[in-house]
């Protein structure tokens, strides 16, 4: 009986193990959420889960979807942004676009190896939307993607959404509305 219990305890272990060695490796997604009126939430989603389950969406119903709403623009986009993106990492650090209206800006731009978008409405102090893509995502993105006749391209889905998974690291996203504000940020 102490046998079997030493075995069971020392599978518990070596799992517990296993689990943390592949969280360390794949990273948590922290997604944080505080209402100006209601419950404050943390959720930490290790990110060896989204890839785990990227592995049982059937191709078909991935494919299909993403098949139907490309039109021969969008396709092109697509195609186009794995070289857009090695010509943006060449460039280095730069303001690509900076529209500003009184308090309000929007600005995209390349720092280090991420294309960051930054939107804020009224000032330091109003609506504020912050978002950070490896530029690697981009090109992986692009290069996950075929032209496949004269006017289609087909993705390949499970290897865009695995790029992304794996290259995000710090804030990738913050929001904030007022008091609320919504904050993935991947370790």
């Known amino acids: 009986m102490l046998r079997l219990l030493g075995l069971l305890l020392a599978a518990a272990l070596i799992s517990a193990l296993l689990f943390g060695a592949c969280v360390a490796a794949c990273g948590v997604a922290v997604v944080s959420v505080v209402a100006e009126e209601g419950p404050n ?10 890839l785990a389950a990227l592995h049982f969406v059937p191709d078909h119903l991935v494919n299909d979807e993403v098949h139907e709403h490309m039109d021969a623009l969008e396709g092109a986009a697509v195609l186009a942004l794995g070289p857009f993106a090695r010509a943006l990492e060449a460039a280095g650090d730069a303001e690509l676009v900076r529209v500003t209206d009184g308090e309000d800006l929007v600005l995209i731009a390349t720092e280090g190896d991420d294309l960051v ?6 000032g330091d102090s109003g609506n504020r939307v912050f978002l950070r893509t490896p530029l690697r995502v981009l090109e992986d993105i692009g290069n996950a993607c075929e032209a496949s006749g004269d006017s289609e391209v087909r993705c390949h889905p499970l290897g865009m959404a695995r790029s992304l998974i794996t290259a995000a690291r710090g804030t990738e996203i913050e929001v904030r509305d007022g008091e609320t504000r919504v904050d993935i940020t991947v370790w």
Do not use: K
Request: glycine content about 6%.
């Open 117 to 122: 978008i930054r939107v804020r409405e009224g």
């Open 41 to 50: 939430i943390v959720a930490p989603v290790p990110l060896m889960l989204p």
